[in-house]
């Protein structure tokens, strides 16, 4: 029996879509039924996905992140090198 057909993925009620000085974003914090951990995924406005490396305890800790990541490293944070000429220059 494969146990995977039993694995389903729980999304956060912090999931939102975010529209900051002019730019979208999906904010996606989920983990699946077979594992606590929570993962962050931030996916612009080109389909373009920013993936965290580590899982985190809480959706409110992965939230957290998300915000830090916005006012340490701004929004560029999440765009390819391609799409920041196209949207910051």
């Known amino acids: 029996m494969d146990t995977d057909d039993d694995v389903d993925v729980v999304f956060s009620e912090l999931c939102a879509d975010v529209k900051i000085d ?3 974003l999906t904010v996606e914090i989920y983990k699946t039924t ?3 951990s929570w993962y962050l995924e931030v996916i612009n ?3 373009t996905t920013t993936l965290y ?3 985190f305890l809480a959706d409110g800790l992965a939230w ?3 915000e830090k990541t916005v006012k340490e490293e701004g929004l560029a944070a999440f765009f ?3 799409e920041k000429r196209k949207l910051f220059h």
């Open 22 to 24: 002019g730019r979208f």
């Open 34 to 36: 077979i594992n606590p």
């Open 45 to 47: 406005e080109f389909g």
């Open 53 to 55: 490396d580590e899982p």
């Open 64 to 66: 957290q992140q998300f």
């Open 80 to 82: 390819t090198k391609v």
